[in-house]
T-cell receptor, first 115, second 115 residues
Framework: GAVVSQHPSWVICKSGTSVKIECRSLDFQATTMFWYRQFPKQSLMLMATSNEGSKATYEQGVEKDKFLINHASLTLSTLTVTSAHPEDSSFYIC???????????FGPGTRLTVT | AQKVTQAQTEISVVEKEDVTLDCVYE???????LFWYKQPPSGELVFLIRRNSFDEQNEISGRYSWNFQKSTSSFNFTITASQVVDSAVYFCALSEQSGTYKYIFGTGTRLKVLA
């Protein structure tokens, strides 16, 4: 149980375009979803927290107009990187919590490369 | 302030050696959770263990064991008889009740097991 999927697993896009990453909880309802970014050889950095039907809460320093998060249902959250630039190239990981809010279940990650 | 320190950036061992990965945390909460995750080259985080602040029992799972000591705010992870497949980055994480259970990750320890 507690499986989280992400789509796509990797994506290459051109500078200036937007790209959407989906995060789904497959076998449970996710009360809260989290989005992380991980640069090479670094730790995971929390970008934002979202609850179904509510606006996402962004961490300090994360541009909410650039990283649009939509948590439309209890099983789906999306992250849209708008007007992507090469410096946005990174590994994006989502996670979700179910009834036990203290434990997050992680997706496999999406590798974004902006050329 | 809450913090997780993994002082060992990289460790190299020869196969069959035992290795301990250190994790020291800071929190003012009495209710919190500690986690260890493995991140192989594929990038997907693999859950290893969860410990809550009220359970100081050490745990053993096969070649893996964990030593949780509240007196020193440490949650160390030992791999016995290491194998090449153990090569990965290992992250320790803290989740606090007062922090709405957002994860605070350590910087990770890269373990290289040489054949």
């Amino acid at each position: 149980g507690a499986v989280v999927s992400q789509h796509p697993s990797w994506v290459i896009c051109k500078s200036g375009t937007s790209v959407k990453i989906e995060c789904r909880s497959l076998d449970f309802q996710a009360t809260t979803m989290f989005w992380y970014r991980q640069f090479p050889k670094q730790s995971l950095m929390l970008m934002a927290t979202s609850n179904e039907g509510s606006k996402a809460t962004y961490e300090q320093g994360v541009e909410k107009d650039k990283f649009l998060i939509n948590h439309a249902s209890l099983t789906l959250s999306t992250l849209t990187v708008t007007s992507a630039h090469p410096e946005d190239s990174s590994f994006y990981i989502c996670s979700a919590t179910g009834t036990e809010s203290y434990e997050q279940y992680f997706g496999p990650g999406t590798r974004l490369t902006v050329t | 302030a809450q913090k997780v320190t993994q002082a060992q950036t990289e460790i190299s061992v020869v196969e069959k050696e035992d290795v301990t990965l250190d994790c020291v945390y800071e929190t003012r909460d009495t209710t919190y959770y500690l986690f260890w995750y493995k991140q192989p080259p594929s990038g997907e985080l693999v859950f290893l263990i969860r410990r809550n602040s009220f359970d100081e029992q050490n745990e053993i799972s096969g070649r893996y064991s964990w030593n949780f000591q509240k007196s020193t705010s440490s949650f160390n992870f030992t791999i016995t008889a290491s194998q090449v497949v153990d090569s990965a980055v290992y992250f320790c994480a803290l989740s606090e009740q007062s922090g709405t259970y957002k994860y605070i990750f350590g910087t990770g320890t890269r373990l290289k097991v040489l054949a």
